[in-house]
């Protein structure tokens, strides 16, 4: 895709942003080892492949799938070649469709459980990636090609101008019709608290029951062990987990998960 286009696609997505200074490598050319795969398994092969040229894209969406599925750990930046195809998937339809079957899945569960309705019931979700989208910032910042800079994420932050993401906004507002509770469970520290409270609000997570945001006892600890202790915490208070939502395994390892984790989308970066 031409960087004209791809400049028209995000200012269609992000009407809240500006996007000034797009810097996309061209079109990548993936080689392909010269594979030698046996007869019997020819069928699996993608068709288009069947002369073994060069598949773009292949390598990057194996790659991705690995690190949604926890496979590939504790990565710090997108490579590089994958810039341009991790580009096309966060602003494409795909991650909409992706993150649209996590939250039909969410609801599903939701309403496969017979609720209480004591206001005890919780659904614990992240904030970056899950009810708020950061693709604005990572736009301009290579989609995480190049290494997070918390000065300027924090800046970025600060601003409040996340939008949300909609197949998110769109659960948190079924979970709340059907009387469950909100808890954000986020790795934002807790002097981002106003800014986050306030960019929840604006988006149109208008009520919580609780927004936990990452205090100074906890630096230099994991957001496994982080958000395992804080959910411990809730469900000592006698609240029970109905879901847990996140775009970061170590919002969903761990202990204290809730009945059930949904994972969504993220491959930008990876928090352990
Ligand atoms: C990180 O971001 C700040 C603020 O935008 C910038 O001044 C600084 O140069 C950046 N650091 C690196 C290593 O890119
Ligand atoms: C957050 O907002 C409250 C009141 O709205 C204010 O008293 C407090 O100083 C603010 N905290 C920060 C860190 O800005
Ligand atoms: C949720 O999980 C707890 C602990 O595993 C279990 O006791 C409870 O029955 C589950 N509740 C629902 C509604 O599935
Ligand atoms: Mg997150």
Known sequence: MKILQLF????????TSQVPDLHIPNQIHLHLPDLHIPNQIHFLRPLSGAGLQDIPGLSCSSWRLAVETNNIIGWETV????????GHYMLGQQYRDD????ADQALLHTNSINLAGDGKEIWVFDVDETTLSNLPYYATHGFGTTPYNSTAFNEWV???KAPALPESLALYKNLLSLGIKIVFLTGRL???RNATAANLKNVGYHTWEKLILKDSSYSGKTAVAYKSSERKKLEEDGYRIIGNMGDQWSDLLGTNTGNRTFKLPDPMYYIS
């Not at 993150?99 to 996590?102: A, C, L, P, Q, T």
């Open 79 to 86: 490579p590089e070649e994958c810039a341009n195809y991790v």
């Open 8 to 15: 028209s696609y995000i200012s269609t997505l992000l009407a």
């Open 158 to 160: 600060e601003e409040g």
């Open 190 to 192: 807790e002097d981002q």
């Open 99 to 102: 993150s649209k079957v996590v």
